[in-house]
């Protein structure tokens, strides 16, 4: 088992963290993602997965979002498409809560 996970982890990295999430590892499946962003910091494909899983799990994305958003590194094309998903969970939170 360990040499599949070692080979998972380094050959689909995202592949392996939903299956271990799915598993019902949250920690375990944050700590992949976490090594995941460090190794492609400014990957909006990385940042949507971490924020599709905190959000699966429940956790408020608030200030994930705004982190994201106020990223200098990030291009103009990705603060676009992060600040309309921010937008739309911020809708769809507010609306969930005044309903």
Not at 10 to 37: C, K, Q, R, T
Not at 47 to 56: I, P
Not at 63 to 91: A, F, G, M, P
Request: proline share 2%; aromatic share 10%; with cysteine.
């Amino acid at each position: 088992m360990i040499a599949i996970q070692s080979s998972c982890t380094v050959l689909y990295p995202i592949i392996w963290l939903m299956f271990v999430f799915h598993s019902g590892n949250f920690d375990d499946a944050l700590a992949i993602m976490e090594s995941i962003e460090q190794h492609t910091p400014d990957n909006m494909c990385v940042m949507n997965h971490k924020l599709n899983l905190l959000r699966r799990h429940g956790d408020d994305l608030e200030d994930i979002y705004k982190q994201y958003i106020s990223n200098d590194k990030l291009s103009v094309e990705s603060v676009q498409l992060l600040t309309s998903k921010y937008v739309r969970y911020i809708h769809k939170v507010r609306n969930t809560a005044t309903s």
